[in-house]
């Protein structure tokens, strides 16, 4: 019995080791920042202003909202300035940092090469793993040209000192989310012009399904039920919950005309009249006609999930 539970004892040690090992030293996986320098030209900035601004949604959360405005909105001024997410169903405190090029709490120190790995491979300038609630797994699409142009924009916007901290993630939350990094090895294609295609690349880089597909209780999306909504938002405000965006006519977006889901993307305001106090209109809204036009294209292609998502109550 004396060596039975010896050899127990031994197995647990080595496991609780390995544990650590996995979480500790190899994760997260990570390369070197790489030496590149974002251009400098009015096209590329402009250029990164329309990603920024209108298909990533990188201000819209990196600023702080504006709690009477619907669609996202966020105060102009502070542009930039980041905010924490707290009390909406996360694990923990996510905190997107300050992207304005002030040098001391936001990016102004950071080379363009520690912002390039964390756009698009969830590293952090001191090696830590991003919370995924930045969507560097979707960025990881964009081209090196796309991200460059990111952030030669940004580093035009104005300095703001504004130290938000870093995330505080609950455990095991925390240990799981340094096994989810890792280097972007293969360049991404780029950009699409076919309409669907192009509105299936603009759906990835709005990080649509992060809210509006089906999850199970570990936050996995379920599969096949891609865009059948339902997830749960909670905020000072209110209940949210994300839409049922596939196309099934009775519970998804099938029966909205193509006119009313330009009004979804223009006004954050929903078939029946409501606004949509979460939708990021005011990013979309930012899109060309074409883009919309081809977003909306993409969604009518998924499939329709029959799940009928409870309203939403706000105050």
Sequence with gaps: ??????????LLVLAVLGV???FFVLSPVARAAPDVHAPTSAEAIARGK???????????????????APGGAFIEEQIGAGREFADEGFPGTPRARNLTPDKETGIGAYTDGELLRSMREGIGRDGHALFPLM??????ALTDEDALSIIAYLRTLKPIRNDTGRSQIDFPVSMIIRTVPKPVETPAAPEPTEPVARGQWLIKMGSCADCHDVFDNHRQPIEGKHFGGGAEFKFPKGTVYAANISSDKETGIGAYTDEE?????????????RPLWVMPSAAFK?????DKKAMIAALRTVP????Q??????R
Excluded: W
């Design 1 to 10: 019995m004396k060596k039975i539970l010896i050899g127990i004892g031994g």
């Design 20 to 22: 650590v090992f996995k």
């Design 50 to 68: 329309y990603l920024a601004n209108s298909v990533t949604g990188c201000t819209s959360c990196h600023s702080p909202p504006d709690p009477n």
């Design 135 to 140: 969507p560097y797994l979707n960025y990881a």
């Design 261 to 273: 889901l330009l009004r979804v993307l223009n006004e954050g305001i929903a078939k029946d009249g």
């Design 286 to 290: 930012g899109l060309t006609e074409d």
């Design 304 to 307: 329709p999930v029959k799940n």
């Design 309 to 314: 998502v409870p309203r939403s109550q706000m």
